[in-house]
Nanobody
Framework: QVQLVEVGGGLVQSGGSLTLSCAAA????????MRWYRQGPGKERELVAT????????NYADSVKGRFTISRDNAKNTVYLQMNSLKPEDTAVYYC?????????WGQGTQVTVSS
């Protein structure tokens, strides 16, 4: 079955960096776009970044443009989110997402906390 497992969250000071990884299994990873979402305390879940199946196209929320980079390694079935210049408002649970054959799949989430 489809599995998405995120790692890499943690506590970081404002201005710091973190890299999240999401390991995928149970589907042909290279054929599907991948997304990162986040949900901050008391907020709705929001789309952070999207990457095309081959990795050539990416899109970002305005709030993270220029600071976050989504990438993927199709040989390792893994998608990454490099986060730089982190701000307290980036504090959230970050989720990996894939729509496979019309079904939505989410990882368990990883907590990112940015202290001021």
């Amino acid at each position: 079955q489809v599995q998405l497992v995120e790692v890499g969250g943690g506590l970081v000071q404002s201005g710091g960096s973190l890299t999240l990884s999401c390991a995928a299994a149970g589907f042909t990873f290279r054929n599907y776009a991948m997304r990162w979402y986040r949900q901050g305390p008391g907020k709705e879940r929001e789309l952070v970044a999207t990457i095309s199946p081959a990795g050539g196209l990416t899109n970002y929320a305005d709030s993270v443009k220029g600071r976050f980079t989504i990438s993927r390694d199709n040989a390792k079935n893994t998608v990454y989110l490099q986060m730089n210049s982190l701000k307290p408002e980036d504090t959230a649970v970050y989720y990996c997402y894939a729509k496979v054959d019309q079904t939505d799949y989410w990882g368990q989430g990883t907590q990112v906390t940015v202290s001021s």
